[in-house]
């Protein structure tokens, strides 16, 4: 059993994993690419969200 079933959280879980895998289509097909590329694509929109949380500059303008 995990946490989230333990908790009662799985039509939750289930719920966002299914929004995120809808999320993931859309971006993978539209950009053509592999899967390692449409992750790629997910984490630097991570990232650029991170810095931009904590108030630090997106590129160092070099």
Known sequence: MTV???QRDDLIGDLVRAGWMR????VHLSLGADSEETA????CG???NALAAV???LSTGQ
């Open 46 to 48: 991570v990232l650029g």
């Open 23 to 26: 999320i993931w289509e859309a």
């Open 55 to 57: 108030g630090l500059p």
């Open 40 to 43: 790629s694509f997910f984490a």
């Open 4 to 6: 989230a079933e333990a």
